[in-house]
């Protein structure tokens, strides 16, 4: 994974994220509480970088991808489908990383299985919005076995950024309404 491509293309996304909803509306508060989220991660991720830590940047940068696909998703937000810059098997991180990359990695992992068992979906069963709510967890389950996978190879800056999309896509989901809270709220950004 090129860091500094994914930098890129988030940014370039984002600068192209208009809000597809009228103002006022439930869809536009929604849009643009995860258009500013997105923006906030991606400026920590820019921080990170330049402070040369580039473990936080992955995981801000992966992170902000993962609310802004979620978006696109739900339908509020039309730039999306940064997923494809997730694992483009480029260069790793130096080795001088290597134990801060674990330790991130493993403690994400946990947090990503945590968050998807402390939360269910909050529509009724049988309308469009329970279905939605169910390809969200499909997709974190998904992002979560992806990354458990890479950490197994030791690929893990691959590993990193799935559990961070994973994670971006549930928190999305939980500001529209899609997932409610069912255990531990420490896990998700409220």
């Given amino acids: 994974m090129e860091i500094h491509t994914f930098h890129l293309e988030l940014a370039t996304a984002l600068e192209h994220s208009d809000i597809h909803a009228s103002t006022g509306t439930l869809s536009a508060l929604a849009g643009g509480e995860i258009r500013t989220m997105a923006l906030c991660y991606l400026e920590d991720g820019r921080y990170c970088m330049d402070r040369d830590d580039p473990v936080n940047a992955l995981a801000s940068f992966a992170y902000a991808a993962g609310w802004l696909d979620a978006g696109c998703y739900i339908g509020i937000i039309p730039a999306g489908h940064l ?19 674990l330790e991130k990695t493993t403690r994400y992992q946990r947090i990503l299985d945590s968050a998807i068992t402390s939360s269910v979906p909050a529509p009724e069963n049988g309308i469009h919005w329970y279905d939605g709510a169910e390809r969200v967890f499909a997709i974190a389950t998904a ?3 992806g990354g458990g996978m890479f950490l197994r190879e030791c690929r893990l800056e691959d590993s990193l950024a799935c559990f961070s999309y994973g994670h971006g896509w549930l928190d999305a989901a939980l500001r529209v309404g899609l997932v409610r809270i069912t255990g531990n709220r420490d896990l998700f950004a409220i």
């Fill in 143 to 145: 992002y979560l076995a």
């Fill in 83 to 101: 997923c494809r810059y997730l694992l483009t098997g480029g260069p790793s991180l130096p080795d001088r990383f290597h134990h801060q990359l």
